[in-house]
């Protein structure tokens, strides 16, 4: 399930005109100035990770390459913390979309191309984690390098854009939109109270914000954001920065919109949870009620799983399955009638 990082993230770059300069400033320059970026297009990407049961959306941007007849795809990955096993996760998912693509392009010669991307930002400071997948192998690098063998291995290495190595003021004066730079600016502020402490800080940033094409709109998100993610604290400096940005009765119509949207969401949340929650006790119970044992780390599996879609396919196989196995099988095999 996504987060307030991921919603705003995907807000911001939803549109094409937003994420190509911030990607243009992502890729390596000799990268850069291959992609036309008249081309750049955005694809909402499903990638399913069967060992944990959940699916995820990602943010893929297609792209055409100055002297290339293949297709590029972009595909960017949001963290707001360290995953030393990051990536292994970016070689899957660049599998998985792979694919994808070939079951809808199976006349095509051409794979395309696909360059992994991950935007981070977290609360302990810059990325420490390895970058390439030949870093995850237990093997001596240097000397599987020297010997003329490692280029035979698995190799894969995915660009970092890390906020927390950035200068704040560098952000603020990216070639980008203002609500890409200002977005870049409240990741950076990773904890609660640094958010808090300099918010009031980027006002500038907000004025510019308001002052563009569809300004009003994109405030409202901003705040929705920093509603969601900050504190009571953080909703009174909000309040109180953008009465220097617009006129008071807008201040409060905002504030009101963005509030009432919260608690409406809170509202269909809270029903998707209990729906959710009813959903993996009644996996469980019939398991339980049939004797099929469940251990430990398949329990986690089934309470960790947050998509409806699965716990359904879980839940029918439950009432005919011999087996844990034949309940938890990725297959999309139908359920016979019992």
């Known amino acids: 399930m996504s987060g307030p990082h991921d919603r705003f ?3 911001v770059l939803e549109h094409s005109e937003r994420a190509a300069p911030l990607l243009r400033t992502v890729l390596p320059p000799g990268l850069a100035a291959r992609v036309r970026w008249s081309t750049l297009r955005g694809h909402p990407t499903v990638l399913v990770d069967s060992s944990i049961g959940e699916s995820r959306g990602d943010l893929s941007f297609s792209v055409r390459l100055r002297g290339s007849p293949r297709r590029a795809f972009i595909l960017l990955e949001h963290q707001s913390s360290v995953d030393r096993w990051m990536a292994a996760r970016m070689r899957r998912y660049v599998s998985r979309l792979l694919e994808h693509w070939e079951q809808q392009h199976r006349r095509t010669r051409h794979q395309p ?5 991950v935007l981070y930002h977290g609360p302990r400071g810059p990325w420490t984690s390895p970058r390439s997948v030949e870093e995850l192998l237990d ?3 240097e000397e599987a390098r020297r010997e003329g ?12 854009y890390d906020l927390m190595a950035r200068g704040e003021q560098e952000l603020k004066t990216l070639a980008c939109p203002p609500l890409v730079r200002l977005a870049l600016v409240l990741l950076r502020l990773a904890s609660p109270q640094e958010l808090n402490r300099r918010l009031m800080q980027q006002v500038d940033l907000f004025r510019e914000v308001y002052a563009s094409p569809q300004g009003e709109r994109h405030l409202e998100a901003v705040v929705h ?5 900050g504190t009571e604290v953080t909703g009174e400096v909000t ?4 009465s220097y940005v617009m006129q008071e009765q807008r201040v409060e119509a905002l504030m009101w919109t963005v ?17 959710v929650e009813g959903r993996v006790d009644g996996v469980l119970r019939i398991l339980a009620a049939r004797g099929v044992r469940v251990d430990g780390e398949s329990r986690k599996r089934i309470r960790r799983c947050k998509d409806l879609v699965t716990l359904d396919r879980w839940f029918e196989r439950a009432l005919y399955a011999q087996s844990l196995a034949e309940v938890l099988d990725d297959s999309e095999r139908s359920s016979p009638p019992p």
């Open 9 to 11: 993230i995907r807000y």
């Open 113 to 117: 191309l696909i360059l992994p991307v």
């Open 139 to 141: 093997v001596p690098l």
């Open 149 to 160: 063998w490692l280029q035979h291995l698995l190799r894969m290495e995915y660009v970092l």
């Open 225 to 229: 954001y920093l509603r969601e993610r």
């Open 239 to 242: 309040q109180q920065l953008l």
């Open 259 to 275: 509030g009432h949207r919260l608690r409406a969401e809170g509202r269909k949340q809270g029903r998707a949870e209990g729906l």
